[in-house]
């Protein structure tokens, strides 16, 4: 295989991770080439929603975010997770919502599908050899579910979070101090790509020498291309065709401007540098403001009753 055509199938995986579905590449208007953000821009673009994350994290708005102010957002980031599996409202998400959540996730991101049963394959194979290793997504769900009955309530699931920040909290803050600054949080997050990247290299020395031999290193590039082209055969007939090439090319494209929103031009900066006035660059809403009745304030006066029809005079006796 050419180094080019290694290179190719790399970034089409990069840009299928972030695909929401093959089937719907047709439903997104087809970009150019050229209109493809530059690597620079995109690693930008994520500089700046990391920045806003951070910022939604900091309540307090010190510059840095606290261990409580990392719980409660994460707090608020899963429980949106939780209240979607519960499907019945129930505060309580048992094992066949979760696992109806989880597919209909899956159905929705093609790649982590395939990654999943890939590794879920892996595990078999060495559940076979060995049978006394664990499943780690099982052993995940014993660490939620603490009572053991099979469901997982928002009260476990509040506790598994505060637990699981207070631990990468603890190894992320390397200056001890509590708080977790823009700095530590980068570092954190270099920690984590170097940490997979470790595994990655372990995962393919097979035979633990601590080395990769030609063999191993061809193993570990075949296996995520045999992944990438099961994604690729949309029709699943062991081929590789040119309009199938084109629906995910056009599906990446997309997906790539998708996620980088054009900035309005009603934004304020817009605005500063066009001189113009909101009303000028959009329609502007109006909001009835309430009577609230308070002091100083100009209520508004009911209208008078109608008055009543006069009563005719009694006649008088001649």
Do not use: C
Request: charged share 20%; proline share 7%; no cysteine.
């Amino acid at each position: 295989m050419k180094i080019s055509t290694r290179f190719g199938l790399a970034a089409l995986a990069l840009g299928l991770m972030v695909v929401p579905g093959v089937g719907r590449a047709q439903e997104h208007r087809e970009m150019d080439l050229r209109n493809i953000p530059s690597p620079m821009e995109t690693i930008r673009e994520l500089q700046n929603t990391g920045r806003l994350l951070f910022m939604m994290a900091d309540v307090n708005h010190d510059g840095q975010v606290s261990q409580q102010e990392a719980i409660d957002a994460n707090n608020l980031f899963v429980g949106g997770f939780f209240f979607r599996a519960d499907a019945d409202g129930n505060g309580v998400v048992s094992q066949e919502e979760a696992r109806a959540v989880a597919d209909r996730y899956l159905n929705e991101n093609p790649w982590l599908r395939y990654v999943v049963a890939s590794l879920r394959m892996q595990r078999q194979q060495k559940n076979a050899q060995n049978s006394n290793e664990a499943d780690p997504m099982q052993g995940i769900m014993v660490l939620i579910d603490t009572n053991n009955d099979k469901q997982i309530q928002a009260t476990e699931l509040r506790q598994f979070v505060q637990t699981a920040t207070q631990s990468v909290f603890a190894a992320a803050d390397t200056n001890r101090d509590g708080q977790m600054s823009p700095s530590e949080l980068n570092a954190a997050v270099a920690g984590g790509v170097r940490a997979i990247a470790q595994a990655t290299f372990q995962r393919a020395d097979s035979d633990h020498n601590g080395q990769l031999s030609r063999e191993e290193y061809d193993k570990s590039i075949v296996e995520p291309a045999n992944v990438v082209f099961q994604i690729l055969d949309v029709n699943k007939d062991g081929q590789l065709s040119p309009q199938e090439l084109q629906q995910i090319e056009r599906a990446v494209i997309s997906r790539i401007r998708m996620a980088i929103l054009p900035e309005p031009a009603n934004s304020p900066t817009n605005l500063i540098e066009s001189g113009r006035l909101p009303a000028e660059a959009g329609q502007v809403p109006s909001f009835a403001t309430p009577n609230t009745g308070g002091a100083g304030q100009n209520r508004r006066q009911p209208a008078p009753a109608p008055a009543p029809a006069p009563v005719p005079a009694p006649a008088q006796p001649r």
